[in-house]
């Protein structure tokens, strides 16, 4: 029987650094690195109900939102599994106000991570799919303790972007620039084993994905594509099918694996969105433009906006490219 190869995860950033010529070797380290927080994060989101670790921390984040303990866990994860390795200069996380600073015990690198390090968190108590969604720029200050400039890079700068799914299985979906690669974790050997290789997100999909709850604060646009995707007409694949689980990671995971859109628009409760551009919606969106696909604030490409804050919020329209598309038409009120 012919022996499929197994490539783990570590073999994969191997080979992917081996294709660029003079790669340091340091950013193939920190990829391994934080595959390890991942497979520490999976293990006590799959016993998670066992152990008194869902429910509240009794904290709020910055956002004013309950801090679940998972989260908690996962956020000091991250942390203390990316510290001290020396390829950072500074993190940001979507929990904390402000960016952490590498310890001065520490040495600094020339990389800088940005991530969420538990989205979805709301369908922790639920077993709802949840994940940890990361982000890595070079840094751009000269040398020593990272600044906040390193972290206020637009989303095209991202030589690195990702997410761990913990899901029905954990997976870990990430780019280096050189299209999107999915592993699957088996726990039997605690190893992320390659399992889609090159994945590309369909260019027209037939689900879209949004809070109808909000209809009544979208903008004309927004309710006017909504209708035009329910109505019936076989020739242009309508109408679509609605799927809406309430987690990015979930939400967006569908869309890249079988096409579609994902909306989270501006509306008159949320001028700016909800999603936070840094953590959520630069990741995502380098992951399905490296897939073949789109994403928008409805104005402009995602990755092109320039932050100016850690925690601003974007609208966010990601998916299969016609389908981002055309739902730009609507909201510019060409149609
Ligand atoms: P709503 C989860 O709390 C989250 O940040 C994203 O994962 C998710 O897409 C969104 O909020 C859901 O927001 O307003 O539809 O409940």
Avoid at 42 to 54: F, P, Q
Wanted: with cysteine; aromatic share 8%.
């Amino acid at each position: 029987m012919k022996q499929s190869k197994i490539v783990t995860i570590e073999r994969h950033i191997i080979e992917g650094e081996r294709a660029h010529p003079g790669a340091s070797g340091e950013f193939s380290a920190l990829l391994r690195d934080l595959t390890l927080a991942f497979k520490v994060i999976h293990r006590e989101v799959s016993k998670a109900g066992l152990v008194d670790i869902i429910g509240l921390t009794g904290k709020e984040n910055i956002h004013g939102e309950q801090v679940k303990k998972l989260d908690a866990f996962a956020d000091e994860t991250v942390c203390k599994a990316m510290d001290h390795t020396g390829h950072l200069c500074i993190m940001a996380s979507e929990e904390h106000e402000e960016a952490l600073n590498i310890p001065d015990a520490y040495p600094k690198g020339k990389y800088v991570l940005l991530y969420d390090p538990l989205d979805g968190s709301s369908n922790i108590d639920v077993n709802i799919t949840i994940g940890t969604v990361f982000s890595i720029y070079r840094r751009v200050s000269p040398g020593g303790k990272g600044t906040l400039d390193d972290c206020l890079q637009p989303g095209y700068k991202q030589i690195a972007a990702g997410y761990a799914i913990y899901g029905s299985s954990t997976m870990l979906i990430y780019s280096t620039g050189d299209g999107v690669h999915g592993f699957t974790l088996d726990p039997s050997i605690g190893e992320f084993l390659l399992s889609h290789e090159n994945l590309r997100v369909p260019k027209r999909g037939k689900i879209y994905s949004i809070n109808e709850g909000n209809y009544r604060f979208w903008d004309e646009g927004v309710k006017k594509f909504i209708k035009f995707l329910q109505e019936d007409d076989k020739s242009t694949n309508r109408p679509y099918t609605s799927r809406y689980i309430g987690s990015m990671i979930g939400d967006i995971h569908r869309t890249l694996m079988y096409g579609g859109i994902f909306m989270y628009p501006a509306d008159q409760r949320n001028p700016n969105g909800k999603l936070r551009l840094l953590y959520e919606a630069n990741p995502m969106s380098f992951v399905m433009e490296q897939a073949g696909g789109r994403a928008s604030n409805g104005r402009k490409r995602i990755l092109d906006v320039t932050p100016t804050e850690l925690h601003q919020r974007t609208p966010l329209f990601i998916g299969s490219d016609e389908d981002v598309a055309l739902a730009e038409e609507f909201l510019h009120g060409k149609r």
